[in-house]
């Protein structure tokens, strides 16, 4: 069988399978091979012994009568339990599809339920699931690797069961269930299945030694369960609808019973569950007569197991011509990607260059996004935006893989196409802005703005716009002590301190005798310049930040950049919503955004609008939620160098050092 640590194998690992080729076999120990012979024989024992059993229990049946009673079965009945089955396996085929979207194979969803339903039809007959259902999927998807195979159909078989457990549950604290299943027991499961749901969310990836163990999305978790329900219903409807009429008995008691059947033959691990499945069903409805009621489980193995197995032979016969998904999709760091992005309107975008961002790029527009383990998250304005249809097809995109979209930061304009084009929107945010040309330090609105760089002046602080070469060691320093001070750094829509990444913004420096003592960094494009990073040591002298800014400020002037953000602040809600405006205080209490916002209107900037807009706001909260989780504890950066003939920071022959004494 294959071995249940294959199913955890990180995709690195995976690609290393070929594709059309069995890895070569690892020399096993007599013992071993003893051992894997048993595992593979234990279900044909437990089946044979189940046999055993129910043969003790038929000896004294009316063979005749069980068989009028499958003869007695109308052609309605067949035809409504084929549709039954139908029902059944498309919903199990569909656990593929949500599978490999979330391994990110690339299989049309098509070709993925096809190969799932032949191979769940197979396994299911045949027994010993782990090994035949990836046989079975190896042939259908011959590209996919057997490793692979073999990691689907642990995930489904891991997945399958564990929405059938939460069903079970479900089921018997809402349906008559037999008196020996304690209600404490399927409360346990519930518990247990909402306990992993929040996982699931706080850690989407875990790492369990040399393995990543990576759980399925909230949306995908959301889809199987509703599958499993759709399935085992409809394949307790092909047993009910088999039942002879003088079997009184109603669905709503035969569904629960079936359930347990249906998981004891799974858990035996026998061909078709036979034996385990027909004595759980005989002992859970000891009151119905046991000819009558084995008549219709002869018929059900006939039209849910033994017919799809038949089937799933003959299309065995000839693989499928995979078809991958097509994604006009591509690394941040291409060098098209890296174009359009020194051509955005919001600079910030440069972050993409760090968190593993992509561009999706379609004649409708391109956009820029991330992906977090619930949500595909759009970060701030498209990078070209020709028509809506490029907000639809990342929302398709999105489904596509699992998880659900969402569009961070718009701007005014854009949020108006979004609304036009059906997205839910809230304001979330307002981003500072500076007019860079007409900036100046006169005016009762940079009052203390000016006292603060009267104090960094009298420090004798030397302010400095970097050359080509940073001083990386002394600013990793700077960032220590910065981390020291505050604790982790934020990420996914923020930047985070790597060498690779700062070479391609402006860095401001801040020195003191010599010592670096704080840094600021932008992200820059033709048209504007966005803060990004923020560091400085705990005993800098008061006003550097605000000297480094405002250094920042005329660096742009000079240049004929005229727009220079200050990037986003916490919306604070209207005056006339008073609920709306406690709540949004007390989250930017608990971000700690009180002291960046006072720091940021000291400038007086312009503040503009900016939006969070999803398709429903059932996927504005998960994505906001989700988002929120990714830029307090994000992943570790992920810079690449940049591709030959993109934009690097103009290089200077030495550090330009700028004036900020303040207007007297």
Same mark, same amino acid.
């Given at each position: 069988?294959?071995?249940?640590?294959?199913?955890?194998?990180?995709?690195?690992?995976?690609?290393?399978?070929?594709?059309?080729?069995?890895?070569?076999?690892?020399?096993?120990?007599?013992?071993?091979?003893?051992?894997? $012979?048993?595992?593979?024989?234990?279900?044909?024992?437990?089946?044979?012994?189940?046999?055993?059993?129910?043969?003790?229990?038929?000896?004294?049946?009316?063979?005749?009568?069980m068989m009028r009673a499958t003869r007695a079965i109308t052609t309605l009945q067949w035809s409504g339990a084929a549709l039954a089955t139908a029902v059944s396996l498309w919903a199990v085929g569909r656990y593929d599809a949500i599978v490999h979207a979330h391994l990110g194979t690339g299989i049309a969803g098509r070709d993925a339920t096809h190969a799932g339903v032949v191979s769940i039809a197979l396994a299911q007959t045949v027994?010993?699931?782990?090994?035949?259902?990836?046989?079975?999927?190896?042939?259908?998807?011959?590209?996919?690797?057997?490793?692979?195979?073999?990691?689907?159909?642990?995930?489904?078989?891991?997945?399958?069961?564990?929405?059938?457990?939460?069903?079970?549950?479900?089921?018997?604290?809402?349906?008559?269930?037999?008196?020996?299943?304690?209600? !404490?027991?399927?409360?346990?499961?519930?518990?247990? !299945?909402?306990?992993?749901? $929040?996982?699931?969310? $706080?850690?989407p990836a875990m790492k369990i030694g040399r393995f990543t163990l990576s759980m399925p999305s909230l949306p995908a978790m959301g889809a199987i369960l509703a599958l499993t329900l759709l399935d085992t219903v409809a394949a307790a409807a092909a047993l009910y609808l088999l039942l002879p009429g003088?079997?009184?008995?109603?669905?709503? /008691?035969?569904?629960?019973?079936?359930?347990?059947?249906?998981?004891?033959?799974?858990?035996?691990?026998?061909?078709?569950?036979?034996?385990?499945?027909?004595?759980?069903?005989?002992?859970?409805?000891?009151?119905?007569?046991?000819? /009558?009621?084995?008549?219709?489980?002869?018929?059900?193995?006939v039209i849910y197991y033994a017919l799809p197995a038949c089937l799933a032979f003959v299309s065995l016969a000839k693989p499928l011509a995979t078809r991958r998904v097509s994604n006009p999709?591509?690394?941040?760091?291409?060098? *098209?990607?890296?174009?359009?992005?020194? *051509?955005?309107?919001?600079?910030?975008?440069?972050?993409?260059?760090?968190?593993?961002?992509?561009?999706?790029?379609?004649?409708?527009?391109?956009?820029?996004?991330?992906?977090?383990?619930?949500?595909?998250?759009?970060?701030?304005?498209?990078?070209?935006?020709?028509?809506?249809?490029?907000?639809?097809?990342?929302?398709?995109?999105?489904?596509?893989?699992?998880?659900?979209?969402?569009?961070?930061?718009?701007?005014?304009?854009?949020?108006?196409?979004?609304?036009?084009?059906?997205?839910?929107?809230?304001?979330?945010?307002?981003?500072?802005?500076?007019?860079?040309?007409?900036?100046?330090?006169?005016?009762?609105?940079?009052? /203390?703005?000016?006292?603060?760089?009267?104090h960094a002046e009298k420090s004798g602080l030397v302010i400095a716009r970097a050359d080509s070469r940073l001083p990386l060691s002394d600013m990793a320093q700077v960032d220590r002590a910065w981390k020291s001070a505050h604790g982790p750094a934020r990420g996914t829509s923020m930047g985070q301190f790597a060498p690779e990444y700062l070479t391609q913004q402006w860095v401001f420096l801040?020195?003191?005798?010599?010592?670096?003592?704080?840094?600021?960094?932008?992200?820059?494009?033709?048209?504007?310049?966005?803060?990004?990073?923020?560091?400085? *040591?705990?005993?800098?002298?008061?006003?550097?930040? /605000?000297a480094l800014i405002v250094a920042a400020i005329t660096a742009a002037k000079t240049t004929g950049i005229d727009r220079l953000s200050l990037a986003a602040l916490p919306a604070t809600g209207t005056p006339n919503r008073p609920r709306e405006c406690a709540l949004r205080d007390w989250l930017n209490r608990t971000w700690g955004a009180g002291g960046l916002r006072q720091f940021k209107l000291a400038f007086a900037p312009r503040l503009e609008p900016l939006y969070l807009?999803?398709?429903?706001?059932g996927a504005m909260a998960l994505a906001g939620a989700d988002l929120a989780r990714a830029i307090r504890w994000p992943d570790a950066p992920r810079s690449a160098p940049l591709p030959d003939g993109a934009n690097q920071p103009a290089a200077h022959d030495q550090d330009e050092e700028y004036e900020f004494a303040p207007a007297r």
């Open positions: 069988m294959i071995n249940r640590i294959r199913a955890s194998l990180t995709e690195g690992q995976l690609a290393r399978s070929h594709a059309r080729t069995i890895p070569h076999a690892i020399p096993r120990s007599p013992a071993r091979m003893l051992r894997g $012979v048993l595992r593979n024989l234990l279900p044909f024992a437990i089946g044979a012994a189940c046999l055993w059993l129910l043969a003790d229990r038929l000896g004294a049946l009316d063979l005749h009568e027994g010993m699931g782990l090994l035949s259902g990836t046989l079975a999927r190896w042939r259908m998807l011959p590209d996919l690797g057997l490793a692979r195979a073999a990691q689907i159909t642990t995930y489904v078989s891991v997945s399958f069961m564990a929405g059938l457990a939460v069903i079970i549950a479900a089921a018997g604290l809402v349906l008559p269930m037999p008196p020996m299943i304690p209600a !404490a027991l399927l409360v346990l499961v519930l518990l247990v !299945a909402a306990g992993l749901t $929040v996982l699931a969310f $706080v850690r003088e079997i009184a008995l109603g669905f709503a /008691q035969l569904l629960p019973v079936f359930l347990l059947a249906l998981g004891a033959g799974l858990l035996s691990g026998a061909p078709g569950g036979i034996g385990a499945f027909e004595l759980t069903l005989i002992a859970l409805l000891p009151h119905l007569p046991e000819p /009558q009621l084995l008549g219709a489980i002869l018929a059900f193995r999709v591509m690394p941040a760091g291409t060098a *098209r990607g890296e174009t359009l992005l020194a *051509r955005a309107s919001r600079s910030e975008l440069g972050v993409l260059r760090q968190n593993g961002g992509q561009v999706m790029e379609t004649d409708a527009g391109a956009l820029g996004y991330v992906t977090t383990s619930q949500s595909l998250t759009a970060l701030f304005d498209p990078l070209d935006l020709r028509s809506p249809a490029l907000l639809h097809r990342f929302t398709r995109l999105a489904r596509q893989s699992g998880r659900v979209a969402c569009f961070y930061k718009l701007s005014s304009r854009h949020a108006v196409t979004a609304r036009k084009a059906g997205l839910k929107l809230l304001h979330i945010a307002d981003e500072a802005v500076i007019d860079a040309g007409g900036f100046t330090l006169d005016g009762p609105h940079h009052r /203390q703005l000016r006292r603060k760089l009267r801040a020195r003191l005798n010599g010592q670096l003592v704080g840094f600021v960094t932008f992200h820059v494009t033709e048209s504007e310049l966005c803060l990004d990073l923020m560091r400085a *040591r705990p005993d800098l002298p008061d006003g550097t930040m /605000q807009a999803a398709p429903t706001w």
